[in-house]
């Protein structure tokens, strides 16, 4: 189906409409493509950029945030942010609740425990007026048509902005960031020292990615006249980074029944470690600095030239996974089957208790109760969340959870009988009222609520382990907030059946912070990466009467065209090395052409024949800003360079005739 791709086939991309019927491509075929050719650069010359003095990693998670840093002279020496004032009994608090309150008047007031405990205080009448919002993220990886506009929903109902709200939540962090850095060094410290790394999951398309990057310029993290100060990371691949460097008492071998450092993995995680062990965590937790040893961590003595690993990232929102194979000596990774992953996070526990909350008091109470208390509900989503933590396979004894007293107000109000009688003739068997005035829910009631996300969850990791690029893993990391629940653990244990050794990182919630400050200090570190989808666009062919098909005729001068060919910049799970450019050559239709508009259009097929075919969507828009290369040559011929092994989609372009830069541009979000 792909065009030869040397000069002497001619082909013209088609107007750039993203209607690919004949008839619309009629008009004006706009740009003749010269010589596409793809070129392997030299992966060493991939430009450093300006030099800093520290780089700050934020991870911004669906359901708690943080940063970390590091300064480029001791690049060893990972230190993580602050004691955040506040916190929940039984949850550690190294990282913030992804939680923020507006005024109603919508300015920013407060971000993480903060926001949580000012609204949690608010009158009822006044809170009602405040905008608060929680577990926000999840909004980019859903949304279809992802645009500067899209709007988020917050407690009370009212809509405000998704830009607004990732950048209010990302100044927030530069100040933070800012403030201790300032108090580190001594002197007030200048944002232009600084290298910044947000992370996202890596199953995110483009436009997700391109989002926080514009929420990063609308908050003032970076300038748009400086985009390399900003680097998005991948959040497995950060994980990924730092477990390379793992000592072995920095993390759980699940696998093996011996004791390794005070460690006996057949105990509960936290009561197996022995008395040295606890000290040694407790020291480093209140110390908040790492040090990442710059040998290779001894877990990487097991490791021989190209042993692969999984890295599994269980998140609030999220569930990414990552394949890598090891490159020695210098311990670069190369990544061997594309990102994979789904919306199978924690928070995916949550709506099943809210499910069955409706199923016990009806979903209308509960809709109404959101709305009218939503204050109070923050406080029961707060009561639950410890209780989750507490769900183990072994539980035998109920877990409790505290109603708040307006929820059982407002239900007498709403129904006009107590919770305690919609307890007894629900059909919940497992869910009883205690005398104490709390839900008592059975461990088993607690376990089948983890089911379904831990069921897809087990179901995709069976699926990845069937694939043959993903055979002989060595080890499977688990990492993310959601790694530390021993029901996933179990799980991930049985399906495995000790087919790869279940490694489990310290600290798990902050693998990825550590890991986004390591990559933002050297990024060349994931030398080839896989495309996650087929990127191209729209070509005239000439017609080749026998192998195109009839109805993608066009006839213009004379000459037989076929329209809609699709030219593949890079097919789905292709092995793209850093700095590895696809080249294309284009040519403005009338000289006096200003700008170029070419769609970009993708799919999760390998091959692709026509932009017409089913699953190919227009998924972006590349833009070359011809204006001033007017110039005497016959034909202006315009390279476009695309690289596509970064963690984001770039592109370049130059007029050759006159070797002068042309601004390009690639845009994945719809407007």
Known sequence: ??????????????????????????????????????????????????????????????????????????????????????????????????????????????????????????????????????????????????????????????????????????????????????????????????????????????????????????????????????IIALEPEAASIYCRKLRLHQMVDLGTQTTQNGFSPSDNVGSGMGQAAKEHVRRNRQSRTFLVENVIGELWSELEEGDRYVVVDCGGGTVDLTVHQIRLPEGHLKELYKASGGPYGSIGIDYEFEKLLCKIFGQDFIDQFKIKRPAAWVDLMIAF????????????????????????????????????????????????????????????????????????????????????????????FLVGGFAESPLLQQAVQNMLQGRSRIIIPHDVGLTILKGAVLFGLDPSVIKVRRSPLTYGVGVLNRFVEGKHPPEKLLVKDGTRWCTDVFDTFIAADQSVALGEMVKRSYTPAKPSQQVIVIHVYCSEKENVGFISEPGVRKCGTLRLDVSGTESTAARREIQTLMQFGDTEIRAMAVDVSTGRTVKASIDFLSH
């Not at 048509?145 to 709007?151: E, H, K, M, Q, R």
């Open 385 to 476: 969340e410890s209780r989750k933590r507490a769900a183990a396979p072994d539980r035998t004894n109920p877990l409790n959870i505290n109603l708040p007293f307006s929820f059982i107000d407002y239900y007498k109000k709403f129904r006009g009988h107590s919770v305690e009688h919609a307890l007894r003739k629900s059909n919940v068997d497992f869910v009883k009222w205690s005398s104490q005035g709390m839900l008592r829910m059975s461990p088993d009631a607690m376990n089948s609520l983890f089911k379904p996300t831990i069921d897809h969850i087990i179901q995709h990791l069976t699926e990845l382990f069937e694939k043959p690029e993903v055979s002989d893993i060595k080890f499977l």
């Open 1 to 230: 189906m792909m065009t030869e791709k040397d000069a002497s086939s001619e082909k013209i991309i088609t107007d750039a409409m993203a209607d690919p019927s004949p008839a619309k491509s009629m008009g004006d075929p706009g740009i003749t493509p010269l010589s596409p050719s793809h070129t392997q650069n030299d992966t060493d010359q991939v430009p450093s950029g300006p030099s800093f003095v520290v780089v700050v990693a934020i991870d911004f998670g669906t359901t708690s945030s943080g940063y970390a840093y590091a300064f480029a002279k001791e690049p060893e020496c990972i230190h993580t942010m602050r004691r955040w004032e506040g916190g929940d009994p039984g949850v550690s608090n190294q990282k913030t609740p992804t939680t923020i309150l507006l005024t109603p008047d919508r300015k920013f007031h407060s971000f993480g425990y903060a926001a949580r405990d000012f609204y949690h205080d608010l009158d009822p009448s006044e809170s009602k007026h405040w905008l608060y919002l929680e577990k926000f993220k999840m909004k980019l990886h859903t949304t279809a048509n992802l645009s500067i506009n899209t709007d988020l929903h917050a407690a009370n109902g009212k809509r405000v902005k998704a830009l607004d709200i990732f950048a209010y939540a990302l100044a927030f962090f530069k100040e933070q960031a800012l403030k201790e850095l300032s108090d580190q060094t001594g002197g007030e410290f200048d944002n232009s020292d600084v290298r910044w790394v947000i992370t996202v999951p890596a199953i995110w398309k483009m436009p997700a990615k391109q989002f926080m990057r514009e929420a990063a310029y609308k908050s003032g993290l970076v300038s748009r006249e400086n985009p390399e100060q900003l």
